[in-house]
């Protein structure tokens, strides 16, 4: 599966870019983007992005120039490239806290393909939608992906493809601990194999196979299975893949209680992994004999194995592993009476346990923090350099000064002249250093805005975010410690509320990003022509599931064709904050109206709702700059109040202006205006 993956990524991004530019060459990006604004086709916009996306290496810019290229790629009209954006996106977003996003994306893009009935792409984008839901866990979803590119796949008539993917859903049935199911599949896939002649997938295939009757304890069947893959991978030449079935027969000997075989096996395939000179596989090695020995109550063997096991895998941060031989440890040293090592190695477990809950938000915030202090410190940088030259200008001056008092002193009949001069030049050099200090009033006014712009950013990252994040973990707390008790209902309730989260917590750092990047002046205004039909379509759609999770109803009254010249960008973010809003403050069954028409040379975009409305006294702090407004929603949905504080300065950019109507109880509007034409404004 993950040749597939990399063969259609490939495929989707060098098909329309006929190569890619060298990483880390910003000269590359700068050159890219200049050429933008002179492109006329949408099209080959899309094709400039793409490649922008591939020369960038910061995660958050290859966000950003693809979803540039979506949106070049809709305004083309082009169902073909909006079904590879889209892919893209929902690849970069897949291994970031925003799945959800990612999901609508690949969902999208399928959506797309269907329409064009593209065949070949369809089978590739069905494979990898399952490969991610099977990681993240919701495999009722991933098995009917993998169906569907199954479909496909018999179609082709490719029968390798075809045993590929039963194998992939029987590794998903395995996974759900339906492991009837799962032998059915590898069976199924075996049987190609065999047909083939394939002898390293048979081993391979053979092995999962075994590891299957293993679960079900079906003892014997599973010796047999695995023997018989140790024998295939001796055919196909891939005797180093011996370690996996030796492993594995000797995790069944040690259920059965033989140790003496249990042992043997697990020596084997430790043999094997020296000769290969495979480290991990070798500290997995002393990690299995220390368990013989501890079931033979041989603790002093035990300590000694994992004493060479334990350190390799904290050097490699082998997490899994360590949550495997920390415990046995404490117990070989309890065992043996020695309670103050078996204390420090219970420390070491408690920690790593606590490390691996929290590695995740501390490595965000440390990151955000990390970055921002480059940036500070690259200005206090700046402003010391000024600082020096201010000093030179000094320096400078009294030389000057005293050359002066030189001349006046040999050349009194020159008293007039020079005096005049030095008037002069006193005058330019006081000019010059008024104007150095302006600029360091001004840096330092920078500065001072820098200074407010970390400490609202550290705020919101440690209230805002983690917030949400410690909801987060409460739920799947519960969903892991108490899922056999739950009933469909209840694991559908939480589903939901866990999915509201991340959407909110995915809403918030959006708006955070694109507010960070404005306060650094990172963000400019670049006009072009496009239809905001269809980039109300686009957002509508991304849109869609979210309130069907809510039951509310999304009405549209808008034109076939709404031509504007505008920041496409800028338009689509004030759209998709404002709809973003109406969702948050409209409760179940509820309904929100997003109406959009040109009329006298405007373009009027209406977003209205039948939420919890505005307390009149609360809308003027809705767009103040330096005042932080927020409601949770009708789901106790979190934001920062910085969407709407952009919305307003986007707006503003535009030349444009935005109004507020709304009522308590009864729901809100927000009406935009925005110039058909900047030049017109």
Known sequence: MLRRLCLLCTFILNLWMGGVPARGQQSVEDSL??????????????????????????DSLKLYYADRAFLSAQNAHNDS???????????????????????????????????????????????????????????????????????????????????????????VYSNLGKHREAIDFYKQALATYEQQKDTASMGTTLNNLGIEYMEIKQYDQAIETLRRAALFYEKSGRSHMLSYPYNNLGDIYLALHDYDKSFAYYQKA???????????????????????????????????????????????????????????????????????????????????????????????????????????????????????????????????LNYILGVVLLFTGGIGILYYRRYVHNKQLRQDLEKQKAIIEEKN?????LNQTKDMLFSIISHDIRSPLNSLVGFLDAISAQADSFGKEEMVMLLRRLSSSVYGLRELIDNLLVWARSQA??????????????????????????????????????????????????TAFIIRNLLSNALKFTPSEGNICLRAYIQDGKCY???????????????????????????????????????????????????????????EGKGTEFIVTLPTNPSVA
């Open 33 to 58: 983007l200049q050429q933008v604004p002179k492109l006329r086709s949408e099209k080959e916009k899309t094709k400039v992005f793409l490649q922008l996306v591939e020369t960038v290496e910061a």
């Open 81 to 171: 490239l909006v079904a590879r954006t889209c892919f893209i996106l929902g690849y970069l977003l897949q291994d970031t806290p925003f799945k959800q996003e990612a999901e609508n994306y690949y969902l999208l893009s399928i959506e797309k393909a269907q329409k064009m009935g593209w065949r070949d792409f369809l089978y590739s984008a069905h494979a990898t939608l399952a490969v991610f839901y099977n990681r993240i866990g919701i495999y009722d979803k991933a098995l009917k992906h993998h169906y569907e590119s199954l479909k496909l796949a018999e179609l082709s008539g490719d029968s390798s493809e075809v045993a590929a993917i039963r194998n992939d859903i029987a590794m």
């Open 270 to 400: 430790l043999e094997i992994d020296r000769q290969n000179q495979d480290d991990f596989g070798v500290a997995i090695g002393y990690l299995s004999l220390a368990k013989v020995y501890y079931a033979r109550e041989d603790y002093h063997s035990a300590l000694l194995l994992l004493g060479k096991a334990i350190p390799y895998f904290e050097q490699h941060q082998a997490a899994e592993y360590l949550l495997e031989a920390y415990p046995l440890a404490i117990d070989c040293y309890r065992k043996l009476g020695k309670y103050e090592q078996a204390l420090e190695y219970y420390d070491l477990y408690t920690r790593l346990k606590e490390n691996v809950l929290s590695q995740e938000k501390l490595e965000y915030s440390e990151t955000a923090r990390f970055e921002y202090e480059s940036q500070l410190k690259a200005q206090k940088i700046k402003i010391l350099e000024q600082e020096k030259s201010i000093a030179q200008l000094k320096e400078r001056q009294q030389l000057y």
């Open 445 to 449: 006014h920078h500065l001072l805005q």
């Open 521 to 570: 002046d990172g963000i400019h205004f670049i006009p072009a022509a496009f239809d905001l039909t269809h980039t109300i379509d686009s957002i509508i759609a991304l849109f869609r599931q979210n309130a069907a999770q809510k039951r509310i109803h999304i009405h549209t009254e808008v034109s076939s064709s709404l031509p504007i010249v505008a920041d496409p960008q800028m």
């Open 605 to 663: 975009i209406h977003v209205k709702d039948s939420g919890i409305g505005i307390p009149p006294e609360d809308i003027p702090k809705l767009f103040k700059k330096n005042e932080i407004y927020s409601r949770k929603g009708t789901n106790d949905e979190r934001g920062t109040g910085l969407g709407l504080k952009l919305v307003y300065e986007f707006v503003k950019q535009h030349n444009g202006t935005i109004e507020v109507q709304s009522e």
